[in-house]
């Protein structure tokens, strides 16, 4: 059954837009990084760990609104019902036009990041808006550029595919509790240790094993402290970026659990996803029990690591067109895994999709989809 193409378009613009988001908090967190001195890492981290943990705050936010704007939409598209009182709506009923415009407006804030003008009245969210505008050029990160995750050409192909008929469509709301999100100090307490010794530790324990070295002349100690100091910010960016979209991700996860209505759900990929990410991708809408979609359960299955941008998929038809990636993925798998199985078939699908990033570096996911 061929998927309306509102719901491909609003699931694109999704799924880049969460991406996008992480992109902004890792962004900031190696702008943050850059002043932590390798060779006094505990001393000089304070301001990191700081802007990390709030950065991770707003990015929660803005992760989870996304989230739940785009699952109200697509559930009121595929059923003609929608779950929990969306914003500025009466609690039992709202128009298709009002949940549109949320999911719009997400989506948009997100592409506007960085901008000092915030139309946020969160202090959470303008304070990172704000600080990511106000970035010095000699402070930006060259390891990240949000030039490369663009949201815009996307929020144009979503309004080419919104139907302006059925706009005053009267949605009836099934009653949902959306969950509450963590705040600063909630955050700190589940979070601040963990970026201290991923990042912060990491480098004080190797700079120190590094400085002691007797086999290592100077220079080379030197080269082999900055690889380190980058390693680490990369590590410590990552995470902000995880535990930040993370808060969207949970929250459909968590909605799809307890929703009797959802009847698939699959996993869909970051801009560039891992092999392994790719691998559950390829399994398509077969996810139904607990309605993981690999991201949690399972005796092979973590829920996300960091950098991963994968998100649910979720259908309410029992059979569904799945996005141009999974298919792709879907019909490569026999093909790459022909004559392997277990273990040989994901090392042969890993060897695949390495050599499809190096052959095509300038391609998203490193591959050539088409749908």
Request: glycine residues 6%; hydrophobic residues 40%; proline residues 6%.
């Amino acid at each position: 059954m061929a998927t309306a193409a509102e719901v491909l378009a609003a699931e694109a613009l999704h799924q880049a837009a969460q991406a996008r988001l992480g992109f902004a908090a890792a962004f900031l967190a190696l702008a943050e990084w850059d002043a932590v001195n390798a060779t006094k890492a505990d001393e000089s981290s304070g301001q990191f760990l700081l802007f990390s943990l709030k950065a991770i705050v707003a990015i929660r936010k803005m992760s989870r609104r996304l989230a739940v704007t785009h699952y109200q939409l697509i559930r009121a598209l595929e059923t003609g019902r929608t779950l929990g009182v969306p914003e500025g709506s009466p609690q039992r009923a709202v128009t298709l036009d009002t949940l549109r415009a949320n999911f719009r407006d997400a989506a948009i804030d997100v592409a506007a990041l960085p901008s000092p003008r915030t139309r946020s009245d969160d202090p959470d969210i303008r304070w990172f808006e704000e600080t990511l505008a106000s970035i010095p050029p000699e402070r930006v990160p060259s390891a990240i550029s949000l030039d490369d995750l663009e949201v815009d050409p996307l929020i144009q192909d979503y309004l080419d595919a919104e139907d302006p008929t059925d706009a005053a469509k009267i949605i009836p709301v099934d009653k949902y509790d959306w969950p509450v999100d963590l705040d600063l100090d909630e955050v700190e307490d589940a979070y601040r240790e963990l970026l201290r010794k991923q990042a912060v530790a990491t480098v004080s324990t190797k700079v120190k094993d590094l400085r002691s070295s007797v086999d290592l002349s100077p220079d080379e100690v030197i080269g082999q402290i900055e690889e380190v100091h980058a390693s680490a910010g990369s590590i410590g960016s990552g995470i902000v970026d995880a535990l930040g979209v993370s808060a969207g991700r949970d929250a459909i996860i968590e909605a799809v659990k307890s929703d009797r209505l959802v009847l698939a759900v699959a996993r869909g990929t970051g801009p560039d996803p891992c092999a392994f990410c790719s691998m559950l991708a390829s399994r398509g809408f077969v996810y139904k029990s607990e309605a993981t979609a690999g991201f949690g359960g399972g005796e092979e299955i973590v829920k996300y690591h960091i950098h991963c941008h994968c998100y649910p998929i979720f259908r309410y038809l029992k059979e569904s067109e799945l996005p141009p990636l999974n298919r792709y993925f879907q019909e490569k798998w026999p093909e790459v895994t022909a004559g392997y199985g277990g273990n040989e078939a994901r090392k042969a699908w890993r060897r695949w999709i390495y050599a499809q990033r190096k052959a095509n570096p300038g391609a998203p996911h490193g591959v050539q989809v088409t749908s």
